[in-house]
C-alpha cells in the first residue's frame, strides 16, 4: 500500500485510513477477533518515501569522531605522562588503556544516538565511565603484573578524563544549536491534546513541533492543528492504523499521546504495539509539569513503571558551588565594570535632578526584605505618581508595568533598554541577597497579594537574571513569568545557571522585553 492522503481540513465525524468519514457503531467493532488478525493492519500501512520526501533528522556527531577523539584524548595524554614519568611501556600502557576506555564508553552507551534532549550531564556521564576504566585497569595490571606505579598511571588517566567531559559538553552545546525538529502527532482527549500542542508549538526552546492531532472522543479539540483522524471514546480494531496513516501523510516521525479515561492501560499498550510494528517512535506525555528530566529516574516493579522524582536542590555541594560562584562572579564584575558604572553614575546624575542610585525595598529568599540597588531611571517622584498611573497597567498581576511610562527618563530609557540599571545589584550578590541567577526579586505589595503557589518563588534568592530575563522580561504575562519562575525554583543547578548566564547576553543584546 502507498502513502496515505488525508486532507488537513478539520474533520467532525471518526476518520479512517482514506480520510473519509467512518460511523463506529457497536457493530462495526469486533470484539472477539483473534489478536494477531486485530493488530495484523498496521503493518500493511507504509510510507511512500519514493513520493513523500524524507523527514529531516538531527545530525549529532558521527560515532567515528566520537571514537577517535576517546581513543587520542586519553592514549596521548597517558603516554606523554608515563613517559615523562620514566614508567616502563608507556607507549604498550597508553594505547592498552585507550582501547579499554573506548570499550568502556561504548559498553555504557556513550556512542548511541539519542533523542533532541536526552544527553547526560557530560561531567557525570564521564566521571562514571573512568572510575570503571580505573577499576578494570587495576585488575590488568594486577593479571599481567605490570611493573607501573599506581599512582602514575591513575595520573596519566586524568587528562582523559578532561578531554571526555569537554568533549560531550562541546557535543551538548552543539546539539543544543541546532535542535533537530521532530515532527510529532500528538493523540488524546480534547482537553490534553489541546495543552501539548499549545505548549508545544507556544516554544521554541526544545525540538519538538506538532504538526497533526488525532482527537479521541466526540469532542472537538480547538488547538488550530490539522485534525488527520479521530479514535472512538472506545478501543477499535484500527486504533493503530488511524494514527500511522495520520502520521504518514504528515511526515510525522513521532505520535506523542495524551493519556486519559478513554486512553487506558490495554488500549495505550495496543496502540504501542501497532505504531511500533509501523516503525513509529511512541512518547507518552507525563503528568508530571515542571520537573526537569534531570530529576525524573525510571524504575519497575510489580510489572509498574514507576518514575522517582528527586527533591529540589536546597542544600549539599551545588548549593555551596552557586554560593562561591555568586560571590567571586558579582566582585569580579564589580571591578571589571567600575568604568562604567562611574560613567553610567555621572551620567544619571547631570541628565536629571535627583539621586544617582534607586533604593527599592525587596522581598527575598524566605521572604526576608532587604533593599535592592538599582540606578535611577525614573523622575525623584516616581513613586508618589504610581497612583496616578494604576489605571494604565498593563500587567495583569501584582506588577505594575507600562510600555511607555512617563516618569521614565530620557537616559533611563537607555539604561533599561540594556538592562545596565541593574548593574549595581551586584552589590545585592556580594552582600548575599540576591544570586547571580534567580527569580525576580517582588516588591512587598506584590507579595501581600500572593497565592500559596506564587510564594514558592522565595524559596530560593532572586537573581539578577534569570528564566524570565532570557525569555521575553516585560513582554511575558504576570503566569508566564510565575510558571518560569518556578521551574527554576525546583530544577535550578549550577549548570543551568552558566547557561541562563550565557543566554542573558544575547537577550540583553536583543532588548526586546526592557521597558
Known amino acids: 500500500m502507498g502513502h496515505v492522503e488525508i486532507p488537513e481540513s478539520d474533520i467532525s465525524g471518526p476518520v479512517g485510513l482514506a480520510g473519509a468519514p467512518r460511523p463506529r457503531t457497536a457493530a462495526s467493532r469486533n470484539r472477539t477477533v483473534a489478536p494477531e488478525r486485530v493488530w495484523s493492519t498496521p503493518t500493511t500501512v507504509e510510507r511512500d518515501h519514493a513520493e513523500r520526501p524524507p523527514a529531516k533528522k538531527s545530525s549529532g556527531p558521527r560515532v567515528p569522531f566520537l571514537v577517535l577523539t576517546d581513543l587520542l584524548g586519553l592514549g596521548v595524554p597517558a603516554w606523554l605522562v608515563l613517559r615523562a614519568g620514566d614508567q616502563p611501556g608507556p607507549l604498550a600502557a597508553g594505547a592498552s588503556a585507550a582501547l579499554v576506555w573506548t570499550g568502556v564508553r561504548a559498553a555504557r552507551g556513550r556512542y548511541e544516538r539519542r533523542l533532541p534532549g536526552e544527553a547526560p550531564g557530560a561531567a557525570r556521564a564521564s566521571s562514571g565511565d573512568w572510575l570503571v576504566l580505573v577499576g578494570l585497569l587495576a585488575v590488568l595490571l594486577a593479571v599481567t603484573g605490570g611493573g607501573l606505579d599506581p599512582a602514575a598511571a591513575v595520573a596519566a588517566l586524568v587528562p582523559g578524563l578532561a578531554v571526555a567531559v569537554l568533549a560531550g559538553t562541546a557535543g551538548g552545546l552543539r546539539t543544543a544549536g541546532r535542535r533537530g525538529v521532530r515532527r510529532v502527532l500528538v493523540v488524546g482527549e480534547a482537553a490534553g491534546l489541546d495543552r501539548a500542542v499549545r505548549l508545544l508549538n507556544s516554544r521554541e526552546d526544545h525540538p519538538y513541533t506538532a504538526v497533526a492531532v488525532v482527537p479521541v472522543g466526540p469532542a472537538a479539540p480547538d488547538c488550530g492543528t490539522p485534525v488527520t483522524g479521530r479514535l472512538a471514546p472506545r478501543p477499535a480494531d484500527d486504533d493503530a492504523s488511524t494514527v500511522l496513516g495520520g502520521a504518514f501523510a504528515h511526515d510525522a516521525d513521532l505520535v506523542l499521546v495524551a493519556p ?240 541562563l548566564l550565557a543566554r542573558t547576553v544575547r537577550a540583553v543584546t536583543d532588548g526586546r522585553g526592557a521597558y
Open 260 to 499: 486519559g479515561p478513554q486512553l487506558d492501560d490495554d488500549r495505550l499498550r495496543r496502540l504501542a504495539w501497532g505504531l511500533h510494528d509501523g516503525g513509529l517512535a511512541l512518547c507518552v506525555l507525563s503528568d508530571l509539569s515542571g520537573v526537569a528530566a534531570a530529576r525524573v529516574r525510571p524504575a519497575s516493579a510489580a510489572g509498574l513503571t514507576l518514575l522517582h522524582v528527586a527533591p529540589p536542590l536546597r542544600r549539599g555541594p551545588q548549593a555551596v558551588l552557586k554560593t562561591v560562584v555568586d560571590r567571586a562572579g558579582a566582585a569580579l564584575g564589580l571591578l571589571v565594570l567600575a568604568p562604567l558604572l562611574l560613567t553610567v553614575a555621572l551620567a544619571v546624575r547631570l541628565s536629571s535632578p535627583g539621586p544617582v542610585f534607586h533604593r527599592q525595598i525587596r522581598h527575598g529568599r524566605h521572604n526576608r526584605p532587604f533593599t535592592m540597588w538599582k540606578f535611577r531611571t525614573m523622575v525623584a517622584d516616581a513613586e508618589s505618581r504610581r497612583e496616578q498611573l494604576s489605571a494604565a497597567n498593563e500587567s495583569e498581576g501584582p506588577m505594575f508595568k507600562m510600555r511607555r511610562d512617563p516618569r521614565v527618563t530620557r537616559i533611563g530609557h537607555a539604561l533599561r533598554r540594556t538592562s545596565v540599571d541593574e548593574l549595581p545589584q551586584l552589590l545585592n550578590v556580594l552582600r548575599g541577597d540576591m544570586s547571580l541567577v534567580g527569580p525576580r526579586p517582588p516588591l512587598p505589595e506584590e507579595v501581600s497579594h500572593y497565592d500559596e503557589r506564587e510564594l514558592r518563588r522565595l524559596a530560593v534568592r532572586p537573581g539578577l537574571t534569570g528564566l524570565w530575563q532570557v525569555s521575553g522580561r516585560s513582554d511575558l504575562s504576570w503566569q508566564e513569568t510565575v510558571s518560569l519562575d518556578l521551574w527554576y525554583v525546583d530544577n535550578w543547578s549550577v549548570v543551568t545557571d552558566m547557561g
